[in-house]
């Protein structure tokens, strides 16, 4: 089953313009992540939080996570039209296994 | 970072018959992994958890009968469709996670094998 929301479900910005994503979770988690697919190709990882961080960076990317409120977000600085895709929220159980969220769709219009 | 295969890419079957997808970690030994199914424009679905040298964990919903895990090597498994319907037409990604790493959370996907049953 899905873990949670994601929103907003489609977002369409300029190139150069910041991109922010949102997610929600509904357990306690070890850790969230963030995964990047291209249209009908397989998944990137992007980044992991763990839950006793607030907030990570990773070049253009920056993740923050709220435990109190079950919720992350992901902000793509100065986007590129080669940042379209969508992006997935992930929490992972016990045996690894990950439960995604319903996904956001990004285009970056040139 | 470490590479998942998959193959084939792209699969046409006829509905009835059974179709084999193949999972490999290339440069890893994965003794855990993972098959999701994703159908158009909505999220991953964990399948199951496939386990090299035991018997596959299904998720609530997914017939074992149906989609047949065998993990019999430490890198490769396969997910195989029996008796295909076009209700089974999907995009199917396994991942792995590479135990040698210190990020062992992070799963690396495979590319997708787009199934489509007539």
């Known amino acids: 089953s899905q873990q949670g929301e994601e929103d907003p479900q489609a977002l369409s910005i300029q190139e150069g313009e910041n991109a922010t994503m949102n997610c929600s979770y509904k357990?306690?988690?070890?850790?969230l992540q963030w995964y990047r697919q291209n249209s009908g190709r397989g998944l990137v990882h992007l980044i992991l939080i763990r839950s006793n961080e607030r907030e990570k960076h990773s070049g253009r990317l920056r993740v923050t996570l709220d435990t109190s409120k079950k919720s992350s977000s992901l902000l793509i600085t100065a986007s590129r039209a080669a940042d379209t895709a969508s992006y997935f929220c992930a929490t992972t159980g016990s045996a690894r296994q990950l439960t995604f969220g319903s996904g956001t769709q990004l285009t970056v219009l040139p | 970072g470490a590479v998942v295969s998959q193959h084939p890419s792209r699969v046409i079957c006829k509905s009835g018959t059974s179709v084999k997808i193949e999972c490999r970690s290339l440069?890893?030994?994965?003794?855990?992994m993972f098959w999701y199914r994703q159908f158009p424009k909505q999220s991953l679905m964990l399948m199951a958890t496939?386990?090299?040298?035991?018997?596959?964990?299904?998720e609530q919903g997914v017939e074992k009968d149906k989609f047949l895990i065998n993990h019999a090597s430490l890198t490769l498994s396969t997910l195989t469709v029996t008796s295909a319907h076009p209700e089974d037409s999907s995009f199917y990604i396994c991942?792995?996670?590479?135990?040698?790493?210190?990020?062992?959370?992070?799963?690396?996907f495979g590319p997708g094998t787009r199934l489509t049953v007539l």
């Open positions: 496939s386990n090299e040298g035991s018997k596959a964990t299904y």
């Open positions: 440069d890893f030994q994965a003794t855990t």
């Open positions: 991942s792995a996670v590479d135990p040698g790493t210190s990020a062992t959370d992070t799963q690396y």
């Open positions: 357990t306690s988690i070890n850790n």
